[in-house]
């Protein structure tokens, strides 16, 4: 059985092996979040690679840019416990206030800075983590509740009004929503 690596008995990566040299990055929270959002935009993809190699402060190569993208994932997570496809729970950015006020509750956060400074697999432990009774558990626990359809037409209503009042803003662009739509049609297997 292959060791993974745990929270609990494994050092914060601080670097990331390219080129078989240990290169140091940048594993502040905010870091990896300005470059996810970088990598949203509707920018040439070189520009979005110029970004994430620069910010984390790894050579231009395509090595770093994979090994980039593998560490802002986070850590490699178990496949029985792989998140099944669909809409996504929660964006980092629509909900930022809402992951915000979360941390504070459930972890009495001294403030702003000591949540954007964390390390960034440090804060995704700590918002998988986050208890039910936070707003942004409750917001998340809503736009991924089921609509059974042996709910009653009440029940159905009110479940589809309370997903509306929480869903998330679609942020793709018209291209990226043709190629999903083109997708799906594909994935129908006619």
């Known amino acids: 059985m292959e060791r993974r690596w745990c929270i609990l008995t494994d050092a914060l990566p601080t670097t990331l092996k390219i080129g078989g040299q240990d290169v140091p990055i940048d594993t502040r929270t905010s870091t990896a979040l300005n470059c996810i959002r970088k990598m949203r935009e509707d920018i040439p993809e070189e520009a979005k690679l110029i970004y994430l190699t620069s910010r984390l402060g790894l050579p231009r190569t395509a ?9 802002l994932a986070g850590p490699p997570a178990d496949e029985e416990k792989a998140t099944a496809p669909g809409p996504p729970a929660f964006d980092y950015f629509q909900d930022a206030d809402l992951i915000y006020a979360a941390f504070q509750q459930a972890y009495a956060m001294a403030g702003y800075c000591e949540i954007t400074t964390m390390h960034w697999w440090r804060f995704l432990a700590l918002l998988k983590g986050l208890p039910s009774d936070t707003r942004f558990m409750e917001v998340v626990s809503i736009r991924t509740m089921e609509i059974d359809p042996k709910d009653s037409a009440e029940t159905k209503a009110r479940k589809r009004r309370a997903k509306r009042a929480v869903a998330l803003k679609d942020t793709r662009t018209e291209e990226e929503k043709k190629r999903d739509i083109q997708n799906a049609f594909n994935n129908l297997g006619l």
């Open 63 to 71: 090595e770093a840019v994979a090994k980039a993208i593998e560490y």
